[in-house]
């Protein structure tokens, strides 16, 4: 989940492959299992170095790339588009908090509803796409994804969503730092988020939180938000929200508050919002039950409770089978997430090795031939005068240096993108052996898709 380490100690990838061996081979034991978790995470901790050239144990490889996870910005299209129909930009900024705040829940604990089992995402390639679609109902109307893998040391995952028919658009692009403090791993993510409405032409950054990964040594993990990040708009509001919960010894785990004020005055609250992000959280105007910022005497209004646990989201829609690119995430990590499902960990290690080994030699062909992989959707700039503007209020910084640069969604690209994404190249993401299985599957949708029709066919005949 990061791309720097800083440790005390001089750990070796090569530590790893002992707690490993047992798995390369076919279904490992609880035993093989165990030994290679706790040798991953002795090493993590005393690793000096990139800790992306540490191959994590496939025992705790989740079966979804980080490509996929810019999904989770919009798996509730209705409320990614409420801000653009509101007329009051106060009530607006209200609005973006609220969807911002529903995002939290798919993004960091849907992969492990009853907690204590979030695995490690896969790794992207450099250039890996993730391509799909929410069709919702006509009021919303469609709204798109794309996400790409723009660098790879540091790993950068850049996203561009949109929604034409309300005019809404979300770009950003994050990274990841890990650090260790008590044996708590903590992630710094690092990016932003931009929202903009064409109706009044409004944007909003969003900076990002920071992760804990919690009961990581009892094999219980799951994530809990930590610190402080913003939402900043050029209307004029900023939306602060603090991050705590569940412990070592106490406190109740996904808690936060929120305050809305203008900016520049933070003790001017309008809104405050409390409760867990995985549970419920409530909306009130004026005095907030947990704000001591708020102006003595204030009166407070329950607007709404929002109940995480009962949100109806839209399913992500993406390519049929027969139509996805090799690079497309679905495709080329198939071999790799049917293996993780099956708990085959050998098969598992083996279908890594082969993407892993692919991508290297495709950096070391671009070396020699003095030549940049080309992103398809996304570009670097030099500077970004919006994030500067909407940054201040908040004092929020880019680094660059950080994430391998700038990274903007680039519509010239994207508007002339179509598989073959990089025609000419030999992307061989599956082995031939392979190929066979994936035109199965395919065959299979085919199938699964007739006898839909059929049925549709025959309730209206």
Not at 249 to 264: D, I, V
Not at 436 to 458: F, H, L, P, V, Y
């Amino acid at each position: 989940m990061s791309h720097a380490l800083k440790g005390r100690g001089a750990g070796t990838a090569s530590d790893l492959s002992k707690g490993e061996s047992a798995a390369v081979h076919g279904n490992a034991s609880d035993s093989s299992k165990e030994g290679s978790f706790f040798v991953f995470f002795r090493t993590l901790r005393n690793f000096n170095g990139d800790i992306w050239s540490l191959p994590a144990p496939t025992s705790i490889v989740g079966p979804i790339s980080l490509t996929e996870f810019s999904s989770y910005w919009a798996e509730r299209p209705d409320l990614l588009v409420a801000p653009a129909n509101e007329p009051d930009p106060q009530k607006r900024s209200l609005l973006v908090l609220k969807w911002y705040l529903s995002t939290l829940k798919p993004s960091y604990a849907s992969r492990n509803e009853n907690g204590g089992n979030e695995k490690k995402p896969l790794n992207p390639f450099l250039g890996e796409l993730f391509l799909g679609r929410w069709e919702d109902d006509p009021d919303i109307g469609t709204t798109q994804l794309i996400s790409e893998q723009v660098s790879h040391h540091p790993p950068v995952t850049a996203y561009c969503i949109w929604n034409e028919k309300h005019g809404v658009r979300l770009q950003g692009y994050n990274g990841q730092d890990v650090n260790f403090f008590k044996m708590v791993p903590l992630v710094q993510q690092i990016g932003h988020a931009l929202l903009h409405l064409d109706k009044y032409d409004e944007d909003y950054l969003i900076t990002l939180p920071s992760l804990r990964i919690e009961n990581i040594v009892a094999r219980t993990p799951f994530v809990e938000l930590d610190k402080t990040n913003y939402i900043s708009s050029s209307s004029g509001y900023v939306s602060k929200m603090d991050y705590s919960g569940k412990g070592w010894l106490s406190g109740k785990r996904n808690t936060f508050t929120a305050s809305m004020y203008p900016a520049g005055k933070e003790s001017e609250v309008l809104y405050t919002i409390d409760g867990q992000w995985t549970e419920s959280f409530t909306i009130k105007e004026g005095t907030g039950s947990s704000s001591h910022n708020l102006k003595p005497g204030s009166a407070s209004k329950t607007l709404e409770t929002y109940d995480a646990r009962t949100s109806k989201t839209v399913p992500l829609k993406t390519a049929k089978k027969a139509q996805l690119d090799d690079i497309e995430a679905p495709k080329a990590w198939f071999k790799v997430k049917n293996a993780i499902r099956n708990n085959d960990l050998g098969k598992t290690a083996v279908a890594k090795s082969h993407i892993e080994n692919m991508q290297r030699d495709l950096r070391t062909k671009e070396e020699e031939e003095h030549r940049e992989w080309q992103r398809r959707f996304f570009s670097k700039v030099p500077n970004h005068p919006l994030f500067d503007k909407l940054a201040a209020p908040i004092k929020a910084r880019i680094e660059a240096d950080r994430t391998g640069g700038i990274w903007r969604f680039d519509a010239e690209k994207a508007k002339d993108a179509k598989p073959p994404f990089h025609p000419g190249l030999d992307l061989k993401f599956m082995k031939d052996e392979d190929v066979e299985e994936w035109q199965a599957e395919i065959k299979k949708e085919e199938a699964e898709d007739e006898a839909n029709e059929r049925r549709r066919s025959g309730k209206h005949s």
